[in-house]
């Protein structure tokens, strides 16, 4: 999975692959995941490298990176239960 920097265009062309494999489109999944279309696009594109959110959403949702997306709604318990896991993963 890319870490950080640009998500490198072949990966990102298996990405669009893998969507019309199952027959989603980009707007449909943008839709599923509360984001604006075009940010699906410019991710697909490898303009965007999903640092943080809504970009950052819809690069692990594609598993283009990895990461832990943060439920809609996610109380302040939930995102420091998060934090905490995401952070003892870093640390192994």
């Known amino acids: ?4 920097g640009r998500i ?15 027959g989603l489109g ?6 599923m995941l509360g ?4 940010i699906v696009n410019e991710v697909l594109r490898g303009r965007l490298i999903g640092v943080r959110g ?6 692990v949702a594609l598993g ?3 990461g832990d997306i943060l439920p809609k709604g996610a109380s302040n318990e939930d995102v ?3 934090l905490r896991r995401a952070a003892r993963k870093e640390a192994a």
Request: without cysteine; proline residues 2%; charged residues 35%.
């Open 1 to 4: 999975m890319a870490e950080s």
């Open 8 to 22: 490198d265009k072949e990966r990102a062309a298996r990405a669009r692959a893998a969507l019309e494999r199952i």
């Open 26 to 31: 980009k707007t449909t999944l943008a839709r």
């Open 35 to 38: 984001v604006h279309p075009s």
């Open 54 to 59: 809504d970009a950052h959403k819809v690069a």
């Open 64 to 66: 283009l990176k990895d």
């Open 80 to 82: 420091l239960s998060i």
